[in-house]
């Protein structure tokens, strides 16, 4: 017999009350980064040494564009609830952990908007 | 955390290092080094952004041998930590985590990661 109560096995949360959010969500970016990284790569390596022309033309078509920017929203969120672990397990300090976890996660999603919105900038520019 | 003076587990002053850790610990930093490569990429959107003369600016910057050195350095942590993620993905289907098969997966994402390196290279 479980000693849990009906409600919490219900919820699904576990004892430490967050559930398999993180968890998951950070295994459906896994899955999502395998073929937009692959692309990226391959895309930087037909643009390597290419003029400002060119990879502007290549930033406009709508397919690079819209699968950079979603790269680029799912990359810096896998890399941050990434970042939340290694953090998560090493430093114990509280306080310290707080500030960090702080700067991490701001650096993250700064480092996300301000590269979608140079995409956007280079798409959408005159 | 009051946990002076209780025994903490790994040793990690005794611990024999083996594959299996090994490889463990290298994707937690390949993840990290990965992310800080990211202001790399960042930098190159910026600049494209910003138009053809700063983008003129990091092209000379990217073209710099040791800027080139860390990017190569780069690019295998971001194929490993790839490849090993998969291996992962499998692990947490519940598949591959007998001892050889550990091995095996081990080399494979280790051999992977030095080709995919090597070939993006050679296409560059």
């Known amino acids: 017999m479980s000693l849990r109560t009906p409600l919490a096995r219900a919820k699904g949360l576990g004892s430490a009350h967050e559930g398999v959010g993180h968890w998951w ?5 896994a899955v999502a980064l395998v073929p937009l990284v692959l692309w990226m790569v391959w895309s930087l390596i037909g643009l390597i040494g290419a003029d400002y022309a060119a990879v502007r033309d290549w930033m406009r078509h709508p397919i690079n564009g819209g699968l950079l920017v979603v790269l680029l929203l799912i990359l810096f969120h896998h890399a941050a609830l990434g970042l939340q672990v290694v953090i998560e397990d090493y430093l114990h300090a509280e306080g310290v952990k707080l500030f960090v976890m702080a700067v ?3 650096a993250m999603y700064l480092l996300a908007a301000i590269c979608v919105f140079s995409v956007l900038l280079v798409a959408l520019g005159g | 955390m009051s946990s002076h003076g209780r025994p903490l587990s790994p040793h990690l002053q005794i611990y024999r ?6 490889l463990s610990v290298t994707h937690r930093g390949t993840g990290v080094v990965n992310t800080i490569g990211t202001v790399l990429l960042a930098y190159w959107l910026i600049a494209l952004a910003r138009g053809p003369e700063s983008y003129a600016e990091a092209q000379a910057f990217f073209d710099f041998w040791l800027v080139k050195l860390a990017l190569f350095g780069w690019t295998f942590s971001v194929f490993y930590h790839l490849c090993n993620g998969i291996r992962h993905l499998f692990w947490d289907a519940g598949l591959g985590y007998d001892i050889p098969t550990l091995y ?3 080399y494979l994402v280790l051999a ?3 080709v995919l390196t090597v070939l993006t290279w050679l296409l560059v």
Do not use: D, E, I, Y
């Open chain 1, 25 to 29: 969500v950070q295994r459906v970016t």
């Open chain 2, 104 to 106: 095996k997966s081990g």
């Open chain 2, 17 to 22: 290092p083996q594959l299996t850790s090994l």
């Open chain 2, 112 to 114: 992977m990661a030095c």
């Open chain 1, 104 to 106: 991490a996660k701001f």
